[in-house]
């Protein structure tokens, strides 16, 4: 008769090899989200400050456009997903993923320095694809 594998008086032994494998697994795959919603936001932007600003409910299907300052170059640098775009890729790009994930919104990280118009081309872009929601980042302080 086969046995379990078990000690001298017949019970089970423990199998801890299949254990570590499976906690592996779910380690690579929490890392990997992660590091994809972490690269969503550029931690270089200094975000404006709104006293009154409400935190977010949530950030699912949310179409993040992060937009530096570069005062050296008296430029701004819009990027997406970490793609630098330029201001007439913009409402293509967004009509583009409007089209896979319908209802979607737009999240402008802006630094403060930012002059408006820039900011005002990606709301323009939004506003021209049909994104029906756009919100602005600030810090509360």
Known sequence: MASMGGGADGDPEFQIAPMIDVLLVLLIFFMSIAATAVTRYDP????PVAPDAAKKED??????FNVAW???QAEAWV???????APA????????RLKAQPGAR??????AATPVRHV???????????VAEVTFAARVR
């Open 59 to 64: 950030s699912e299907g949310e179409l993040v």
């Open 106 to 111: 737009v999240l402008v990280r802006s630094d």
């Open 120 to 130: 005002q081309a990606i709301v323009a872009a939004a506003a021209a694809a049909g």
């Open 79 to 85: 990027t997406f997903e970490e793609a630098r775009l």
């Open 89 to 96: 890729d913009l409402e293509g790009v967004l009509a583009q």
């Open 44 to 47: 270089s932007i200094a975000l």
């Open 70 to 72: 570069h005062a050296a």
